[in-house]
């Protein structure tokens, strides 16, 4: 084939040509939402490997605090008009802990179960009214203040406020 050949070959198939697929900030922050309703467990894999896809969040950069790991979103991660500034997750099956080292750790004691959260500078009230309309009225999820974070509150779901 002649150079220019292969030239308007390769103009014809870029447009079918698989490409990188853009952050869906929509359908992530959906997939959250369904995460810290709690209507059923979390599984806070897929949301973890999101964000570190899209470079929210660096593995390596983990606090890892009593069974639980907690990353600062870069920059601060938008749901429905309130900011969150860090994800929290905990796993309490030894596969995934296993499988994911950089996500899961396991310290001695009891297991947190379980879970994830999202962590924001809001205050306590604004997360309470955003979670009531957001995750609705009621709900095994939690919303207080942050276990790590001074000074900001955290709303989350685990597996052991389900039972």
Same mark, same amino acid.
């Given at each position: 084939m002649t150079r220019p050949g292969?030239?308007?070959l390769l103009t014809a198939l870029l447009p079918v040509l698989p490409t990188a697929a853009a952050e869906d900030s929509e359908t992530f922050a959906e997939h959250v939402l369904r995460q810290l309703?709690?209507?059923?467990?979390?599984d806070p894999t897929?949301?973890?490997?999101?964000?570190?896809?899209y470079k929210r969040i660096q593995l390596n950069a983990g606090d890892r605090v009593d069974s639980q790991t907690c990353w600062a979103l870069k920059p601060a991660f938008d749901i429905r008009s309130l900011s969150f500034t860090h994800?929290?997750?905990?796993? @309490?099956?030894p596969?995934?802990?296993?499988?994911?080292?950089?996500?899961?750790?396991?310290?001695?004691?009891?297991?947190?179960?379980? @879970?994830?959260?999202?962590?924001?500078?809001a205050s306590l009230e604004q997360l309470k009214t955003w979670a009531a309309k957001e995750l609705g009225n009621e709900?095994?999820?939690?919303?207080?203040?942050?276990?790590?974070q001074e000074n900001e509150r955290e709303v989350s779901c685990s597996n052991l406020?389900?039972?």
């Open positions: 292969f030239i308007v309703s709690c209507k059923s467990d979390p897929a949301t973890l490997l999101y964000l570190n896809k994800v929290c997750a905990s796993a @309490e099956d596969i995934l802990v296993d499988l994911f080292p950089k996500l899961y750790y396991r310290g001695p004691g009891t297991s947190p179960g379980t @879970e994830l959260g999202f962590v924001t500078k709900g095994p999820y939690r919303v207080d203040n942050a276990s790590f406020s389900r039972m």
